[in-house]
Nanobody
Framework: VQIVESGGGLVQPGNSLRLSCVGSGFTSDYYAIGWFRQAPGKEREGVACISVGDSTTYYADSVKGRFTISRINANNTVYLQMNSLKPEDTAIYYC????????????????????????WGQGTQVTVSS
């Protein structure tokens, strides 16, 4: 599986940005695609994910109500719409795949953990600054 992210950039606080994640080479219809972010000096944090099998979604508390994850089935593209951006959202954002096929209810109970995800993209920088 190959993952390519795009859409990062520099935005002012309060503005919006949409990230894209295009995947290829999938051999199953049951997997989850997640967005993580990592700021300098901090651990990689799970932000949001979508379970392809049942189209359920999960959001970290830090982004709930501001970020929306969605998927276009036809071209295996997952979007992360980020609204009301804050300086603390500044990070490199990564897209990755959990091949175990869990519903998003799993992540609500156990949270998103980087070690459970494979097939990582190269990351895209998001900077929120005035």
């Amino acid at each position: 599986v190959q993952i390519v992210e795009s859409g990062g950039g520099l935005v002012q606080p309060g503005n919006s940005l949409r990230l894209s994640c295009v995947g290829s080479g999938f051999t199953s219809d049951y997997y989850a695609i997640g967005w993580f972010r990592q700021a300098p000096g901090k651990e990689r944090e799970g932000v949001a994910c979508i379970s392809v099998g049942d189209s359920t979604t999960y959001y970290a508390d830090s982004v709930k109500g501001r970020f929306t994850i969605s998927r276009i089935n036809a071209n295996n593209t997952v979007y992360l719409q980020m609204n009301s951006l804050k300086p603390e959202d500044t990070a490199i954002y990564y897209c990755a795949v959990d091949h175990r096929g869990y519903s998003s209810a799993y992540y609500a109970r156990y949270s998103m953990t980087a070690r459970d995800f494979g097939s990582w993209g190269q990351g895209t920088q998001v900077t929120v600054s005035s």
